[in-house]
């Protein structure tokens, strides 16, 4: 009898620990790999997007985490130069990069959820001074145009056959040197202007519009591996948010006066148009 009960006990034993040491690799075998993080990238584009001690602020960088909290993830967002985030974002692996603007050569580039905001581009001359420009044709005779190096503006340009571009290595430097006389034009938005004069002690009025030739529409831009799935939560967030008067808010509270984009996306830059 003893006999009997010993092997049971003993059999049971073996049957569980069997089992026990099977767990784990039954686990690892039936359970899904973790989804990579999303790296997320942004460049200077104030007030959409600046540096803040050490940290990513302005609108773009609001409207991104506010999609994150909805979506329950918290990733912190790296403010980088344009050139060096553009190919990464290219590049991948599960890279965002913000705010890009949607043109017809980069469509296929990236998977994209917007748009995120509209911004109108011309040339600017300081107030009473500078040539008046009416038109691209004008534009290329002037002497030299000031523009942010690798920014589209100045892809635009060259693919329009200016050879009178002056490329400079950030934005402020720009309205620094157009302030100071250094060039008659500069290329600039209504989105940025404001707070670049504001950054190197100028004011709204101290420059002049002189033409505007190009309307686009910035957007939060995937690379190319990033699941379709995320890119349907992402789009799916920010539409609920301007449903729900978030993004309005936001809108206003950085951009005060701009109408803020809607659902549909505008058209789509295409260079052509401009050679």
Do not use: C
Request: aromatic fraction near 8%; hydrophobic fraction near 45%; charged fraction near 20%.
């Amino acid at each position: 009898m003893r006999s009997t009960a010993g092997a049971v006990i003993r059999q049971f034993a073996l049957v569980a620990l069997s089992l026990v040491l099977s767990l784990p690799m039954a686990a690892s075998v039936g359970a899904a790999p973790p989804a990579q993080e999303l790296q997320l990238l942004a460049t200077e584009y104030p007030p959409v997007v600046f540096s803040e001690e050490g940290r990513a602020s302005g609108l773009g960088s609001d409207v991104v985490n506010e999609i994150q909290r909805r979506l329950g993830t918290r990733v912190v967002i790296q403010v980088l130069p344009w050139t060096r985030a553009y190919r990464m974002a290219v590049k991948g692996p599960n890279v965002v990069l913000f705010p890009t603007m949607r043109t017809k050569a980069r469509v296929s580039q990236f998977k994209w959820v917007g748009p995120l905001m509209t911004a109108q581009t011309g040339f600017y001359s300081l107030s009473g001074t500078g040539p008046a420009i009416a038109s691209l044709a004008e534009a290329r005779t002037v002497s030299r145009v000031l523009v942010p190096r690798g920014f589209f503006s100045q892809q635009i340009l060259q693919n329009a056959g200016f050879d009178n571009l002056k490329e400079v290595s950030t934005p402020e430097t720009m309205v620094r040197m157009l302030i100071r006389g250094r060039a008659p034009l500069m290329v600039s938005d209504n989105i940025t202007l404001g707070t670049l004069l504001g950054k190197v002690g100028g004011a709204r009025s101290d420059v002049k519009l002189q033409f505007t030739f190009l309307k686009t529409q910035a957007y939060i831009a995937f690379s190319r591996d990033v699941p379709d799935a995320l890119i349907q939560e992402w789009q799916h967030s920010l539409d609920e948010m301007k449903r729900d008067g978030t993004f309005a808010r936001l809108y206003q509270k950085w951009l005060p006066g701009e109408t803020p984009p809607g659902f549909k996306p505008g058209a789509i830059w295409d260079s052509t148009s401009y050679r």
